[in-house]
Structures are given as structure tokens and as C-alpha cells.
């Protein structure tokens, strides 16, 4: 295995992308596992990027967009969500270190390490934020929408990492952060013509959350790989750990905030059902089982699954809630696509142009 290069930090896909859900964003090295005997794992790992990302989108507008009496809280369900995450940390952290080891491990990381765990306080306070704002966005936005916009966490990663790290961004780079701009702003000048959306629903208010949310999911990350740079060395499940500690409380405190008055006359859990607690466990286990395996796959790998993901929400999008894409939506959602590919692939963008001369 090559070694992790510090400088090239890939957000996932949902970061929120873990983003893609206030997953913490770790090096991500630039060599892939190749051997013959794992080419069944890099095709099931494609299978469930691609399944994760367009089921999360669909879920959590489809929790939001159902003609129900009881509609739940999604400041709780950030809440919970934060629970569950938790709870599959707390597990993997006991499988990798043995029962036995389990309580030493978190004292001596957690406990023993206040200034190392007040690093990501910062980050987890954000994501928090973020992952409310995700559902506010996707309470006013059909998925596909959702979906696309919410590509602009690449836009904001970019910018951020040009501004906190000093990074510099090849012409390719920047030639495919315009057209994801050009094509986000296609797709957001259809109006919906969703008939199964909520009739308060508006797609202003969806767009701007969408918008918010992946500033702070760019800043986060760029702002989380410059304050981890040369901490002791932390397993992936122990940072999320980590980050339990200030996400939970925020996330808490934002329901009182927020809806404590409703909570406290109808319940914490009103209106949750099985589809709400699926939502959740799938945010949950979402973003970490794809920041688990991501090493398996390679960038072309990520963004193919991010693509068909695209279309997916779509024709989930037109099944479940009727949604009818025009040309102009369609042309935007293939805009954004081929702007993921350049934008990590941008020696392809550079070829293009040097055929263009001769």
C-alpha cells in the first residue's frame, strides 16, 4: 500500500461528503489496492456507493415529503442519527481493540487527550448544522435536485482549500468548477413539478439551504485536515468518537432550540416510524461504511457511483413523487456530471484543449 499523501484529501461523497453526514474526512491515499483477488470487492464497493448515495437522497425526501398526519422533528432526527453513529463506533472501536482493551482505549484517546479531542469541536458543531440544513433542504427540493445541488460541496471544498491551505488549482480544476456551477444553476432554474411534495414547500428556501450547507461542509473539511495535520495517529471510528462528544450535545441543543416547545408537549420520538429510523440508521452507516472502504476504490470508481447515483435519484424522483425533468434539467444534471470527472481528472480537460489547437 502507498503511502497516505496528506495533501490530498478527497471529500466523500457525502459529506456531507461525509460529508456525506458529518463523517470526519481522512487522507485518502493515492494508491489503490489492485490485487487480483479483490476485484469482486471493488465491484461490490461500487454497487454500494452508488446504492447509498441515491437511497440516502430518496429516503430522507421521502421521510419529509409523505402526506402524513405525524410529521417528525428533523432537528430529533439529527439527534438520533448522532445516537446511532455513536453506538457503530463504539462497536467497531471494541472489535478492533478487543473487549478487553475497549474502556482503556477510549480513556487514554477520548479522556486522556482533551487537547487532541477538542480539535474536531469546531467541525462537529458544523456538521451538525449541516445535516440540519440537509433536511430542511430536502423538505422544499425534489431528490434529484437535491442530489445535484448538493454536488457544489466540491465548488466550496475547492475554494476553501485555495483560501485556508494555500492550494493551487490547475486550469482543468477551475474550467470544471464553472461548468458545476453552470450546470447546478440549470438544474435549479427548473421549477418543480412535483404533485407528491408538501404545497408550503419552496424551492428558494431548499436551494439556499442546499447552498449553506455545502460552505460549511467545505469549510469543515478543508479546516478539519489543517488542524489534524501532525496529531497522533487516530483510527477512523475513534475521531467519529471523538466528534460524538461535541456533535451530540449540539445536535440536542438544537432541539430545544429549535422545537423544544413541540417536543415537550407531543414527544422526542413523535412522529418517528420505521421509514424516520431508517433514515436515520441509513445516514448513519452511510457516510462511515463508504469512508471504510473508500481505499478500495479509485477516483474514477467514485465518481462513476456518484453519477449513476445521480440518475437514480432521478428516476427514483419521477417514480416516487412525479417528478417530470425538462431539457434544461437534464442538461444541467449531465453538466454536473462531467464537471466530477473533470474536476478529478484534469489532465483530460487539458488534452481536450491541446487537440483543440492542433
Known amino acids: 500500500m502507498g503511502r ?4 490530498d484529501v478527497q471529500p466523500l461523497l457525502h459529506g456531507v461528503d461525509g460529508e456525506k453526514n458529518g463523517v470526519v ?45 405525524e410529521m417528525f422533528t428533523s432537528t430529533v432526527a439529527v439527534f ?23 474502556l482503556a482505549t477510549i480513556h487514554a484517546q477520548v479522556i486522556n487527550q482533551p487537547g487532541d479531542t477538542l480539535k474536531v469541536c469546531i467541525p462537529a458543531m458544523i456538521y451538525t448544522i449541516q445535516n440540519n440544513l440537509f433536511y430542511v433542504a430536502a ?4 431528490a434529484a435536485t437535491f442530489m445535484i445541488t448538493s454536488q457544489m460541496k466540491i465548488f466550496t471544498t475547492a475554494i476553501f482549500s485555495v483560501i485556508i491551505l494555500g492550494r493551487t488549482l490547475s486550469r482543468g480544476q477551475w474550467a470544471a468548477l464553472l461548468v458545476l456551477f453552470v450546470g447546478v444553476s440549470l438544474v435549479q432554474s427548473q421549477t418543480s413539478n412535483s404533485s407528491g411534495g408538501p404545497r408550503d414547500q ?3 428556501i431548499g436551494f439556499s439551504a442546499v447552498i449553506v450547507a455545502c460552505c460549511l461542509s467545505g469549510f469543515a473539511g478543508i479546516y478539519f485536515e489543517k488542524i489534524l495535520k501532525g496529531s497522533a495517529p487516530v ?30 408537549s407531543h414527544g422526542l420520538l413523535y412522529g418517528f416510524d420505521n421509514i424516520v429510523w431508517l433514515t436515520c440508521f441509513w445516514y448513519g452507516i ?33 417514480w416516487l413523487f412525479g417528478f417530470v425533468p425538462s431539457m434544461v434539467f437534464m ?13 478529478s481528472n484534469p489532465l483530460i480537460f487539458a488534452q481536450m484543449l491541446s487537440r483543440q489547437k492542433i
Open 4 to 7: 497516505a499523501d496528506t495533501d
Open 25 to 69: 474526512r481522512l487522507p485518502i491515499e493515492r494508491t489503490v489496492v489492485r490485487e487480483p483477488g479483490n476485484t469482486k470487492m471493488r465491484t461490490a464497493i461500487l454497487v454500494w456507493l452508488t446504492l447509498q448515495n441515491s437511497i440516502h437522497t430518496l429516503l430522507i425526501r421521502y421521510s419529509r415529503a409523505r402526506d402524513i398526519d
Open 80 to 102: 438520533m442519527t448522532e445516537i446511532v453513529k455513536l453506538i457503530m463506533c463504539l462497536v467497531l472501536v471494541m472489535w478492533e481493540e478487543t473487549p478487553r482493551k475497549f
Open 139 to 142: 423538505s422544499h427540493l425534489d
Open 202 to 204: 419552496s424551492p428558494f
Open 235 to 264: 483510527s477512523l471510528w475513534m475521531r467519529n468518537v471523538q466528534m460524538s462528544v461535541f456533535a451530540i450535545p449540539a445536535s440536542m441543543i438544537a432541539v430545544l432550540v429549535q422545537d423544544g416547545e413541540f417536543v415537550q
Open 286 to 318: 452511510g457516510g462511515l461504511s463508504v469512508a471504510a472502504c473508500i481505499k478500495y476504490a479509485d477516483n474514477i470508481a467514485k465518481n462513476f457511483a456518484t453519477s449513476v447515483a445521480i440518475l437514480l435519484s432521478t428516476i427514483g424522483s419521477v
Open 331 to 343: 442538461l444541467g444534471a449531465a453538466l454536473v456530471i462531467l464537471s466530477i470527472f473533470l474536476y
